[in-house]
């Protein structure tokens, strides 16, 4: 009987707060786990934000194309015209 007395005052001793400070630290990672996903969500929206007008350009190349064309033809017509 006293050794079953000896192992629970042991048990609450000793084990009980180990217990405690690893669910503390375990609880502390997990939620410093929270603020860095958190702050991907803050800065992947930012960067969604920022790369919303890349599509545009798309149109861009073309009509940068298109006014190359339209310069070169131009540029051909003056040499024709001058020389």
């Known amino acids: ?8 005052a042991v048990g609450l001793l000793v084990v009980a707060p180990l217990v405690v400070v690893l669910a ?17 969500l803050e800065h992947g929206v930012g960067i969604s934000v920022n790369v ?3 599509p545009a350009l798309v149109t861009t190349r073309s ?3 298109e006014v190359t064309s339209h310069a070169v033809g131009y540029v051909g017509a003056l040499r024709r015209l001058v020389g």
């Open 1 to 8: 009987m006293v050794i079953l007395w000896i192992m629970s």
């Open 24 to 40: 503390h630290r375990v609880i502390r990672l997990a939620l410093e786990c929270a603020r860095y996903a958190d702050d991907i």
């Open 52 to 54: 919303a007008p890349v």
């Open 63 to 65: 009509l940068v194309a």
